[in-house]
Structure formats: structure tokens, C-alpha cells
């Protein structure tokens, strides 16, 4: 039992790169795919891909190591790669396609949202909205406690959909860790309900939802809500294997908060999507929408914080932003983002492994020495 919680916390536990990635580090003088080469070196962890974005414009993806380690199979270009809470942002991204739709709304209580939870709900959550799901202000832990009631979704075959309502039917009769609209508290489970909001408003499932709303649009096929990759594509690792037990990775259901798989050039799609959409060149949403998404709902003193699916930083790395930013980890993979909007460059790295074999540390290593090739170190003049 012990080594089950430990791992399912674990693949829960999403880092977070807002409102800073950390300290600064130079470029090497060497070609941008040997970035990649040197942040492998001494780790356990496999392999790594990444793709820089410069104008708006995505350049090609690089690749290095393995897809899977004990082998000598190199990691293909173009593959799926798990994002992990890199996907809170889609998800923020659906949702704001249907406030203007009028399906939703962003003002609207949780009560009025879930009118067949409100008497079930606790008090705390009857008036949360979905800015504060989505920006981590709705006093909602990371995840439920209770590892034997998250375990019984591996087995689950019910509709993802009602898995969900499942899950957050107790997550919601559950005391609140804090108030709302209060300090922010990481939570996983705050895009599961706006999830389920959405479901219930329209009738269709997330991933139905999604495709249609922003997979679709931008021309992103490559989306899969499986839990691990095909034949040929890059594999997850946990504890020095490879990530293929049933419950190495999240439940399908748990999709919204951060279970999805995308090649790196449709993920590239979306981030120039939204850094263009700050610019009105946005093919999802009007400007004031992707502004809106990308504000932090209560920024620091330093101009940081939590917006919609999005961490808001003012000098990622001692950059000069500001940027958004944001990591996400099943446990078996780590993902980076960070984009500069208005310039349009941004810098995209994953790895094939997490924590436990420090694809953490290779992952940020390489977005530090690839971030100062897109944005330039801040002055001392800068506030």
C-alpha cells in the first residue's frame, strides 16, 4: 500500500515553473540540438525533444536519445509526447471557446453550474467560478486524499464522463484547504470540475469538446487521451524502467487536469496560437479572451501568479518577459513551456522521464540554455 501511494502522488504531482523557472544560465557555444545532448549527460533519464518558436514561427523539432531506455532506438521526430499539466492550458483554452459561445459563463457560480451538486457541495464551492478552478483560487486541494477511491478509476469502464462527475462529486463534499479567491493552492482537480461544467452545459464529453473546440481548428491531429504510446513512440519511465504498468500513469478521466499526448509540432500550434492571439491574430478566441487567459487572477507583488491554465512570470530565468509559463509531469514524463507573447518566441522541451530519474533537471536544463537564445537577459534598470 505504501509504494502505491507514494506512486500515484507522485504521477499527480505536477511541478510549477510560474512565476519563475529559477536562476540563469549561459548558452553554450555549441548547436541548439547538442543543448539537448549535454542536458542527457549523466542523467537516467532517456531522451528528450524540444522546438523553439522565433516570430511566431516554429522551427524544427530536435531531438536526442532514446525512445525507451535499454535500447538503441533513437526518438523519432514527430512522435507523441505527454504533456502532462502543460494540458491545463487546452482545457482553459475550451472552456473560454465556450463562455463566448455563451454556453458558460465566467461570472457564474459553481452552485448554479452544478444545480444537481448544490445541496451535496460544500459550502466553501457553491460560489467559485471558473476563473478560480482554473488559476488554482478555489480553495481546492491538489488532488483527493484518498488514494483507494482514485485507485477504483483504473478499473472503471463507465464513460469518462461519468468517471468524472464521480470524482468530483466527493472531491466537492469535501472542506476546502482555504478560502477562495484567497492564496492560491495548486490543484489538479479545479479543471476536472470546469470540465464537468462544460460537459454538463453542453451534453458532450471533454474530449469530444476539446477536439472540436481547439484541437480542430488549429489543425492539431495528432491528440491521443491513451495513457501510454504506440509502437515507435517515445515511452515513459519511472524508477529506472520503462512506464507500462496499469497504474504508472493517470486514469483516462483525469484528461483535463493533464492527460493528453500531442506531437511537439501541434503543441507548437497552440502556443503560437496564443501568443498571437495577445496580437488579435488568434484563431480561437477574440484578444480580450486570450488576454484574459493569460492575466494572473491576483498577481504578486512582482507582477506574477496563477492565470487561466497559464503561469504568469514577469522574468522567467532572469529573462525579460513577461512570459508564460508552466510544467507538467505525469510522473513518467516532464514537459517545460515558456512563451514571450510579445515577441513571439517561446521555447518547448519534454522528457521521457521525471523526478525519479531527474528528466526534471535535464528537462530545465535544456530550457534555460534554449530560453536566452529567444529573450534576452534582464538589465539592471529593469524593475
Known amino acids: 500500500m505504501e509504494l502505491t501511494r507514494r506512486k500515484v502522488a507522485s504521477a499527480l504531482a505536477v511541478g510549477v515553473v510560474a512565476p519563475s523557472l529559477g536562476g540563469c544560465s549561459t548558452m553554450p ?18 531522451g528528450m525533444t524540444a522546438v523553439v518558436i522565433r516570430d511566431f514561427s516554429a522551427e524544427p523539432e530536435l531531438v536526442a536519445g532514446q525512445r525507451a531506455a535499454g535500447t538503441l532506438e533513437p526518438v523519432p521526430s514527430g512522435a507523441r509526447w505527454h504533456l502532462g499539466s502543460d494540458g491545463k492550458a487546452m482545457t482553459a483554452t475550451m472552456i473560454a471557446r465556450l463562455v463566448e459561445a455563451g454556453a458558460l459563463a465566467w461570472d457564474r457560480p459553481l452552485a448554479q453550474m452544478l444545480p444537481d451538486l448544490a ?15 482554473l488559476s ?32 468530483i462529486t466527493r472531491c466537492l463534499g469535501e472542506t476546502p484547504i482555504g ?6 493552492s495548486y490543484s489538479n482537480t479545479g479543471p476536472l470540475i470546469a470540465a464537468v461544467c462544460a460537459e454538463q452545459a453542453t451534453g458532450r464529453s471533454f474530449e469530444s469538446l476539446i477536439i472540436s473546440e481547439v484541437f480542430a481548428p488549429l489543425d492539431m491531429r495528432s491528440i491521443s487521451f491513451d495513457q501510454f504510446g504506440g ?33 511537439m509540432g501541434d503543441w507548437a500550434r497552440f502556443c503560437i496560437d496564443h501568443m498571437k492571439g495577445e496580437h488579435g491574430r488568434g484563431r480561437l478566441l477574440a484578444a480580450d479572451s486570450y488576454r484574459f487567459l493569460h492575466a494572473p487572477q491576483r498577481a504578486s507583488a512582482e507582477g506574477g501568479g496563477w492565470a487561466l491554465g497559464w503561469g504568469a512570470a514577469p522574468h522567467p530565468m532572469d529573462l525579460t518577459g513577461p512570459a508564460l ?15 514571450f507573447p510579445q515577441t513571439g518566441n517561446g521555447v518547448l522541451v519534454v522528457s521521457n522521464a521525471a523526478e525519479s530519474m531527474a528528466g526534471d533537471q535535464s528537462t530545465l536544463e535544456a530550457m534555460r540554455a534554449l530560453a536566452r537564445t529567444v529573450a534576452a537577459p534582464i538589465t539592471p534598470s529593469t524593475p
Not at 325 to 339: I, K, P
Request: charged share 20%; proline share 11%.
Open 29 to 46: 557555444s555549441t548547436s541548439a540540438a547538442s543543448v539537448l545532448v549535454e542536458a542527457l549527460a549523466g542523467k537516467a533519464v532517456p
Open 119 to 133: 445541496e451535496s457541495m460544500h459550502p466553501g464551492y457553491r460560489d467559485v467560478t471558473l476563473p478560480d478552478m
Open 136 to 167: 488554482h483560487h478555489a480553495g481546492l486541494p491538489e488532488n483527493t486524499s484518498d488514494m483507494d477511491f482514485f485507485a477504483t478509476f483504473y478499473e472503471d469502464v463507465a464513460p469518462t464522463r461519468s468517471q468524472r462527475l464521480r470524482y
Open 179 to 184: 478560502p477562495a479567491r484567497a492564496a492560491p
Open 231 to 263: 509502437p515507435g513512440e517515445p515511452l515513459g519511465h519511472i524508477d529506472g524502467r520503462v512506464a507500462n504498468r496499469p497504474r504508472d500513469a493517470n486514469p483516462p478521466m483525469f484528461a483535463p487536469a493533464g492527460a493528453m499526448r500531442l506531437s
Open 325 to 339: 509559463t508552466h510544467s507538467g509531469s505525469d510522473g513518467n514524463w516532464y514537459a517545460l513551456v515558456c512563451l
